[in-house]
């Protein structure tokens, strides 16, 4: 039929016009040229540029230890956070919840002014250690969403069996509601993991002028001129993405039919 | 017993971090944008108005109905472009839904920074359009389209089109398909069906479409500043140089309590029309 080819069309139309600006990246990092678009050959000279370039790389590894850091901090203190929101009942619970949702509804710029004055305000120095606190600061409301959500699906009486049978709060903890909740906490440390590495916005205020990450330099590298290491380089984060991307996936479909 | 249990310690630990880091800064934006500016300090512990009062001022005026044009022709096309995109993959099967939705999400979990310097190399004088229509003689010189506001309209559309296709993929998907059916039973055509049935019933989802892409795009200064070559100033462009050029701290906090209050608006909006389609589903 007529329409049906026409809808599967825009679908294609769809998908290309997320899609082609990737690909031409990936298909450019293999070429032989410098600023010129024209197809000049195969190379690889641009990933042997990458691997020469410290300065990259250092901003790289920078981001990765942010990222890890801070996902895993996140991962812990939303973890415990959702819990006690799920277990305990305590007046300013609702408090606390308008809270986290605050910062799940923020513009990022904004977070990341507030956070700037935040740390000027208690005279920390703009490096390392306030790019991390930020980190964790955004990371931590998704965990604490996704891991909430995987509680409310958790049966309530096998906690309260446990307590009848003698277990304490931290054996609860370690062997009913850890076990179960597993598969949200892997979720939600790459959901954290991706979000630092791809923060622009907050990270430009609080990173500082002595501490290099990745989205950072790569913001003044366009800013100054594109050059195809660029290319080469985001290749390699967009491959690194789909693996995450993939992982993750396979995860909560697992979860989903579980 | 235990003098720190893990019930004590698990909700101190929670309330700590979310005053500190939440409660705080959020006060400091409030406060700050009552105070006056100092040279050294960034701020004088002296309450005025003025700041709101600059706001006033049409050289912020214009850069904010810029900004709002912008952001509205962006959310716009954003709807325009997803809603016959969910459309058309709500009747697909279940893991044919899976697989379109994951390639929506894929570019979403991506760099948006790396993506927005991707359209460079599309939209630049030699870039990749000009050299097909060029090739295929369709225009005989490039078109100027990098550093204009059609550059920057690309860009936002398509870093914040996930935004808007995810929300409403899922109100498309709830709908009770029985509606649609007794639509047409009672005779209504496709368009009817649609404007009467489909999209009202869908309206929360494009409510918070519209939401998650207006925002996000007030405050994204780095798409405009390399895709428009800075000469389209957004709302976030302006916090930014407050915060990191002029360091007028103060004005740059009266701007984000703005920002703030557009969100509050919206979504007050979106929580209205909840409502509201509640009552009409319950009646």
């Avoid at chain 1, 040229?33 to 540029?49: C, D, E, I």
């Avoid at chain 2, 959020?26 to 100092?38: A, H, M, Q």
Wanted: glycine share 4%; with cysteine; aromatic share 16%.
């Amino acid at each position: 039929m007529k329409t049906t080819s026409l809808k599967i069309f825009y679908i294609f139309f769809i998908l290309l016009f997320l899609y082609i600006p990737i690909i031409t990246l990936i298909i450019y990092s293999f070429n032989d040229a410098t600023y010129s678009t024209v197809w000049s050959g195969f190379t690889l000279k641009w990933y042997r540029h990458l691997a020469e370039n410290d300065q990259l790389i250092n901003a790289a590894l920078n981001s990765l230890i942010v990222a890890i850091l801070s996902s895993t901090i996140a991962v812990f203190l939303g973890t415990i956070t959702s819990v006690a929101l799920y277990r305990y009942s305590f007046y300013w619970k609702k408090f606390l919840y308008y809270l986290i949702f605050i910062v799940l509804m923020s513009p990022d710029i904004v977070m990341g002014i507030s956070w700037l004055m935040l740390f000027s305000f208690f005279n920390l120095d703009l490096g390392f250690l306030t790019l991390l606190l930020s980190h964790i600061a955004f990371s931590f409301p998704f965990v604490a969403i996704v891991i909430y959500s995987r509680l409310r699906g958790l049966d309530k009486y096998i906690v309260e069996a446990a307590y009848d049978l003698g277990a304490g709060d931290f054996i609860i903890f370690r062997y009913i509601i850890f076990p179960s909740i597993l598969p949200a906490v892997i979720t939600s440390w790459l959901l954290s993991f991706t979000l630092s590495m791809d923060d622009v916005l907050v990270s430009f205020f609080v990173a500082g002028p002595t501490f290099d990450i990745l989205p950072l330099r790569i913001y003044s590298m366009v800013k100054l001129g594109v050059k195809p290491d660029i290319n080469a380089l985001s290749a390699i984060i967009f491959l690194f993405t789909i693996i995450i991307v993939v992982i993750t996936q396979l995860i909560s479909w697992d979860k989903k039919r579980g | 017993m235990k003098i720190l249990s893990f019930k004590y310690f698990s909700i101190a630990l929670a309330s700590v971090w979310l005053i500190i880091f939440t409660l705080f800064p959020n006060f400091f934006i409030l406060i700050v944008s009552f105070l006056e500016r100092d040279e050294i300090n960034f701020i004088k512990p002296v309450a005025t108005l003025d700041n709101f009062k600059t706001l006033a001022d049409p050289i912020f005026l214009s850069i904010f109905i810029k900004s709002l044009y912008l952001s509205s022709v962006t959310t716009l096309l954003c709807l325009i472009l997803s809603y016959p995109f969910v459309l058309i993959t709500s009747k697909f099967t279940e893991n044919m839904k899976k697989i379109l939705l994951l390639l929506v999400i894929i570019p979403f979990w991506t760099s948006s920074l790396i993506r927005t310097y991707a359209l460079i190399t599309i939209l630049k004088a030699n870039g990749v359009i000009n050299s097909l229509l060029i090739s295929l003689h369709i225009i005989d010189a490039p078109m100027n389209i990098l550093y204009t506001d059609v550059a920057v309209f690309i860009g936002l559309t398509y870093t914040l089109l996930p935004f808007m296709i995810i929300p409403l993929f899922v109100s498309v998907d709830n709908i009770d398909y029985q509606l649609i059916e007794a639509a047409y039973d009672l005779g209504a055509g496709k368009i009817r069906t649609l404007y009467s049935i489909i999209i009202p019933l869908t309206l929360p989802g494009i409510i918070a479409g519209c939401v998650l892409v207006f925002l996000p795009s007030l405050g994204l200064f780095y798409i405009p500043d390399i895709l428009g070559g800075s000469k389209s100033m957004l709302i976030g462009n302006l916090i930014k140089n407050q915060f990191l050029i002029t360091m007028n701290w103060p004005l740059g906090s009266s701007i984000s309590i703005l920002l703030n209050l557009v969100l509050g608006i919206l979504l007050f909006i979106y929580y209205k029309s909840l409502r509201r389609l509640n009552k009409i589903v319950t009646d």
